[in-house]
């Protein structure tokens, strides 16, 4: 007999991703840029990046969560 699971509390009660108009349009020149990155710019988009998938991921869990639920569903 399967042992059951302690449902998980997510640890975060929002998803957001905030970005500043200077740094949205400073993204989407890089993106257009016809030149390589310096250095920084390139960090720069890896930052965004990063905190992109942060938020994604948690959509993510939210969404696996409600699906499990309406597995329940009939």
Same mark, same amino acid.
């Given at each position: ?8 509390? =997510? ?7 905030? @970005?500043?108009? %200077?740094?949205?349009?400073? !993204?989407?020149?890089? +993106?257009? #840029? ?10 720069? =988009? ?7 998938? @942060?938020?994604? %991921?948690?959509?993510?869990? !939210?969404?696996?969560? +409600?699906? #499990? ?6």
């Amino acid at each position: 007999m399967p042992k059951y699971k302690e449902p998980k509390i =997510c640890d975060f009660n929002r998803i957001e991703l905030r @970005i500043p108009s %200077n740094q949205r349009v400073k !993204l989407i020149k890089l +993106a257009y #840029k016809p030149t390589f990155l310096k250095e920084e710019e390139l960090v720069f =988009c890896k930052v965004w990046q990063a905190k992109a998938e @942060i938020v994604i %991921n948690n959509a993510l869990h !939210l969404k696996s969560i +409600a699906e #499990k639920a309406l597995l329940r569903a009939r």
